[in-house]
């Protein structure tokens, strides 16, 4: 292990630390393979309970909804942690560009493909490597020769070191053990991956993770990527969990959460740009359901809701109205009927000019503002921009 671990750092080193300029090219298969091997030691000497295959198979359909084919020869697979979706299985060092999570099937253990030098103290373990940054690294550009960074130029090296070897034990402590306490450690230094698990892949199965996210994601997009999910495989899948966290908040909480479900109604319902475009029957059932639980919600602690008609005075409300009973209105108890009591109530405020007219007035302006500032809305940002800061 060590002449392997050797080698590589050296061939790392000489290449330098500069992404933007061809360092990382020539990583490979075996560049990974080194890193996991060296980590797999690190996990055991924290310990980590390496899980059966059958329970590792299991969790990671769970959490990131991949299946692991033992009968592929393939010892890794790959995911994108900013939600794209990657069928190839590639193998690229992570960057703000790339970033990729490995699962190594023989191993069982989840990590990002980092330089070795991001994680081993290679001067204190292979002081000789030295030898190999002694000379500066000069490429030549068409703007002139350009001389590049080398892992020792690399400010606060060993704390970002340090912080990654945490953080590759705590994500998987967390996930794979089902440690709390590394749960703890990661909301408060790596709260990225806690949130790109629930928003990015839908687990919500861990109701602590799920409020953890919930609470700290205040905008309409994030609010919209925790109600529900697209798969990989093109299924939109509406999160239920969330709910449930929903109406067992406090009563000031759920006033909130209500607001903030009614917000994002009147956002999504006229987002030219959003997905649930390409299919009207989807769009129904993943509004229908959320607007259906906001009326709940109100309803349980005594606050007017909106939630229902802001559908009612969609331009196509019909449309609405033909899909939720197609589908025998989702089989909700009193779908129907709170469909019905809001198309009924907004009838009677439209024909008799009563307030409830201001009120939809101004749901129908709000649309008009939401879809002509869907531009502005918060685009997906790479989660990781920063760890190498």
């Known amino acids: 292990m060590n002449y392997e671990l050797i080698q590589i750092l050296k061939k790392q080193i000489i290449s330098g630390a500069a992404s933007e300029y061809g360092s ?74 790339k970033k990729y999570l490995y699962v190594a099937k023989e191993n069982n253990f989840i990590t990002f493909f980092l330089p070795l030098p991001n994680i081993v103290d290679y001067l204190r373990l292979f002081p000789d490597l030295a030898t190999y940054e002694s000379e500066p690294i000069i490429i030549n550009k068409n703007e002139g020769q350009i001389k590049i960074n080398q892992w020792k130029d690399i400010p606060n090296l060993a704390e970002e070191r340090q912080k990654n070897v945490e953080a590759l034990i705590s994500r998987n402590k967390y996930l794979f053990n089902d440690s709390r306490a590394d749960f703890a450690w990661l909301k408060f230094n790596d709260k990225l991956f806690l949130e790109s698990l629930v928003k990015n892949f839908g687990y919500v199965k861990d109701q602590q993770l799920l409020k953890f996210v919930f609470e700290n994601n205040k905008s309409i997009e994030g609010l919209g990527k925790i109600l529900w999910n697209e798969k990989c495989d ?145 685009k997906k940002k790479g989660f990781w921009d920063n760890l190498f800061r």
Request: aromatic fraction near 12%; include cysteine.
């Open 24 to 97: 990382f090219d020539d990583y490979s298969e075996k560049d990974l393979q080194v890193l996991i091997n060296f980590e797999e030691q690190i996990l055991t000497n924290n310990g980590y309970k390496k899980p059966k295959d059958k329970d590792f198979k299991l969790k990671i359909y769970e959490i990131f909804g991949r299946q692991l084919d033992n009968s592929s020869d393939a010892k890794f697979i790959s995911m994108d942690i900013s939600g794209q979706c990657e069928d190839e299985l590639v193998f690229e060092p992570f960057t703000a560009e």
């Open 234 to 378: 093109g299924t939109l899948v509406f999160n239920k969990e969330v709910i449930k966290l929903i109406q067992e908040s406090s009563t000031e909480k759920q006033e909130q959460y209500v607001d903030e479900i009614t917000d994002y109604l009147i956002f999504e319902s006229s987002n030219t740009a959003s997905v649930l475009n390409d299919d009207f029957s989807k769009k129904a059932e993943i509004l229908g359901k959320i607007a259906y639980y906001g009326e709940k919600t109100g309803k349980k602690i005594h606050k007017s809701s909106l939630c229902f008609r802001i559908l009612i005075w969609d331009e196509e409300r019909e449309k609405y109205e033909e899909e939720f009973r197609k589908s025998n209105y989702y089989n909700l108890p009193d779908f129907k009927e709170l469909w019905k009591e809001a198309k009924t109530e907004n009838e009677d405020a439209f024909l008799q000019n009563k307030p409830h007219e201001r009120h939809s007035v101004e749901l129908h302006e709000n649309k008009q503002n939401a879809s002509s500032d869907k531009n502005s809305q918060p």
